[in-house]
């Protein structure tokens, strides 16, 4: 069953905490990207990756890191330096420069 | 300005209406056309996908793409309650990365 794979579903945060949020998918693309939506804002790329062990910035990469070691997983860290991290993140990928397909989300809430 | 602008809405109409989205778009170099379709605190789903200028459809949906004025729509046929979602268009070009629309929040009343 192919498909994009993301946990948790809901994630808290303390204030000053890092968090890390798992994208995993079994559809041998070789593209996967991260995403925050807020409400009304639609969809802001924060990082991506076309290739093992290569990513690259995407609009509002302040605050995040990740890694991609393997192809199938894409993990996304919220360090202590994203002020505003509440908010819905969506991980996607695709064959490059081809249609995402993406995850059902985190939803990720600053207590 | 920005390369992508859609009508965030809602847009409410009474079911079996037929439903039109659109977007405009600023840079005439994108040749790959999508729609998402999302349901609340769901991830986006590939509705359609269409490559260059025309029409595509799939059931009750209708993809329609004008380059020449920079602006593509999605038509919904007999629309159900079950349609009720945010629709994203989004594009790209062979030398850019996927822009996506805000979403319009789309309500079919019963």
Redesign the interface.
């Known amino acids: 069953d192919g498909g ?1 794979t ?1 946990s948790p579903k809901y994630l808290f945060r303390k204030e000053g905490q890092n968090v890390t949020l798992s994208c995993e998918q079994n559809l041998n693309h070789d593209a996967m990207y991260w995403y925050r939506q807020d409400p ?4 802001r ?1 924060i990082y ?1 990756s076309q290739i093992v062990n290569d990513f690259q910035k995407g609009d509002i990469a302040e605050g995040y890191s990740v890694s991609r070691e393997k192809k199938e997983s894409f993990p996304l860290t919220v360090t202590s330096a994203q002020k505003n991290p509440t908010a ?1 993140y ?1 991980c996607a990928s695709s064959m490059v ?1 081809d ?7 985190t ?1 990720l809430t600053v207590l | 300005q920005k390369e992508v602008e ?1 009508d ?1 809405g809602p847009l409410s109409v009474p079911e079996g209406a037929i439903v039109s989205l659109n977007c405009t778009y600023s840079n005439s170099a994108f040749q ?1 056309f ?1 729609w ?1 379709r999302q349901y609340s ?6 509705l359609m ?1 269409t490559y260059s200028s025309g029409n595509k459809e799939d059931g009750r949906f209708t993809a329609q793409v004008d380059k020449s004025s920079k602006y593509i729509s999605l038509f919904i046929r007999d629309s159900q309650p079950s349609d009720s979602a945010t629709y ?1 268009c ?1 594009m ?1 070009s ?1 030398a850019s ?2 822009i ?4 319009t929040r789309l309500s079919i009343r019963p």
């Open positions: 994009i993301q009304g804002q639609g969809l790329l991506y819905f969506l420069r249609e995402q397909f993406f995850g059902p989300g939803r | 859609q965030p790959y999508m998402y605190r769901k991830g986006p789903e590939l996908y994203l989004a790209y062979s990365k996927i996506f629309g805000s979403g």
